[in-house]
């Protein structure tokens, strides 16, 4: 937990609502309720579940940006919700999403590289 | 937030297991050493992802990726998975309320989840090297054992890591005073699970 995350917590009192809510379900400084975090959970199972769907269905052309768009909004749902990226500082989602780019160019450079030698 | 909770005078040093330490950016120390150290695994899964992307068509001497893969037992691990990522969060959720038994619980059926889907991989493994694909056989095997390998590693040593943490906040005096600790190997669990959403899509689902 982080510093402002673990006072954050520590300061809400019993009652309070903006740290307690849902009967007990606890709502974060910074994060979803764990009826909210099921939730998700839900949407993922669904959006998987459409995945897998897809693969046995032929739908041409559209099958794999389809597919991609699905993995990307997966991506980016576990890392905002489940990873707090969406609630926390900036600087956390600065160093992740740097090694992320830095990737994806690692592998276009890769890519291209390959694709010259191929070409000769 | 992070200067109200180094001002408040009420919480600076009362607590030092959940509050940790003061810092020059206001922000944990430790947060930002394993947001770091993410990044620099997607630079190492990158490059694994992309070796496996340019190898995959090479699959001379062995069965083709599509006659292979089992999608059904995959999507069944990979919802295992996915639903460790919940029982995860639901632990890091109940140590911010200081709620050691619960996150015990969590973080044991967490272990358990990883531990499903570590035997599915296993399982896999064998059957592909019974139909002839082994580490060495060509390049398509070679680069997706050391792609799913390096996975399986990661999802073992997160379950080392859970089971470890079990013990020890079951051992702890001070109810939720491993809190960052949950958070921090709750991070990995979820970067492990955000790299097997590449993997499935782009290694099984995606055909080559």
């Known amino acids: 937990m982080s510093t402002a995350h673990a006072l954050a917590v520590d300061d809400a009192a019993p009652g309070d609502d903006a740290a307690h809510a849902d009967g007990g379900h606890h709502e974060h400084a910074h994060g979803l309720t764990d009826l909210g975090y099921v939730k998700v959970a839900i949407f993922l199972a669904v959006l998987t579940g459409m995945e897998v769907s897809l693969t046995y269905v032929h739908i041409g052309a559209f099958f794999m940006p389809i597919l991609l768009i699905l993995m990307v909004v997966k991506f980016v749902t576990v890392v905002s919700y489940f990873m707090h990226l969406k609630f926390d500082n900036k600087i ?3 160093l992740f999403y740097s090694g992320l780019i830095l990737a994806l160019g690692v592998y276009l450079a890769a890519l291209c ?8 | 937030m992070a200067d109200t909770a180094l001002d408040s005078p009420a919480t ?7 509050a940790g330490h003061a810092t020059s950016t206001g922000l944990s120390n430790n947060k930002l050493a394993m947001w770091m150290f993410l990044g620099s695994e997607c630079l190492l899964f990158g490059g694994l992802i992309s070796t496996y992307m340019l190898y995959r068509g090479r699959h001379e001497g062995s069965p083709t990726p599509s006659q292979l893969y ?8 990979s919802f295992v998975l996915l639903m460790s990522s919940l029982t995860m969060v639901l632990a890091v959720s109940a140590a911010q309320r200081r709620d050691d038994r619960n996150t015990t619980t969590w973080l044991t059926v967490t272990a358990l989840l990883g531990a499903t889907f570590v035997g599915a991989q296993v399982f896999e493994f064998t059957e592909f090297v019974h139909e002839g694909l082994g580490f060495t056989t060509n390049l398509f095997g070679s680069s997706f054992f050391t792609l799913t390998g390096f996975h399986g590693v990661h999802v073992t040593v997160g379950i080392i890591m859970l089971m470890a943490l079990v013990g020890i906040i079951s051992r702890s005096k001070f109810p939720g005073d491993k809190a960052e600790v949950v958070e921090m190997i709750g991070l990995y669990w ?7 959403i590449i993997i499935f899509t782009l290694v099984y689902l995606i055909p080559s």
């Open chain 2, 12 to 18: 600076a040093g009362h607590d030092d297991h959940a």
């Open chain 2, 70 to 77: 089992n999608i059904p037992l995959t999507s069944i691990s």
């Open chain 1, 92 to 94: 956390f989602s600065w």
């Open chain 1, 113 to 120: 590289t390959f694709q010259f030698f191929a070409g000769n």
């Open chain 2, 190 to 196: 979820h970067f492990v699970d955000i790299v097997w």
